[in-house]
């Protein structure tokens, strides 16, 4: 019974900084791939980091040199700092994970909002 739950998300003046957080329980963290990705209302979901357990990262166009994920396979967790934020930035953030376990597995947190304001 995988959870991901999100939490840090709030309301930013742009150029400031969040660092939502992603807490994982009921799997194997190692081999797997975590992700954030975001949806902002009427726009489609997109990915914006992910980080392998060996630490490779990819990023999405829109956040490179602003974002960086990373993540603590011993406390089970996975990070995502936000620096010079913008109004476009607005949107659900979702923990995501791909897990192999015998075979692979997605989950999904519930997300949490981050608001940036002008």
């Known amino acids: 019974q995988v959870q991901l739950v999100e939490s840090g998300g709030g309301l930013v003046q742009a150029g400031g900084s969040l660092r939502p957080s992603c807490a994982v329980s009921?799997?194997?963290?190692?081999?797997?791939?975590m992700g954030w990705y975001r949806q902002a209302p009427g726009k489609q979901r997109e990915l914006v980091a992910a980080?392998?357990?060996?630490?490779?990262?990819i990023y999405g166009d829109s956040v490179k040199g602003r974002f960086t994920i990373s993540r603590d396979n011993a406390k089970k967790m996975v990070y995502l700092q936000m620096n010079s934020l913008k109004p476009e930035d607005t949107a659900v953030y979702y923990c995501?994970?791909?897990?192999?376990?015998?075979?692979?597995?997605?989950?999904w947190g519930q997300g949490t909002q981050v608001t940036v304001s002008s």
């Open positions: 995501h994970e791909k897990q192999f376990v015998r075979n692979w597995f997605e989950y």
């Open positions: 980080v392998t357990s060996g630490g490779s990262t």
């Open positions: 009921g799997s194997i963290f190692s081999i797997n791939v």
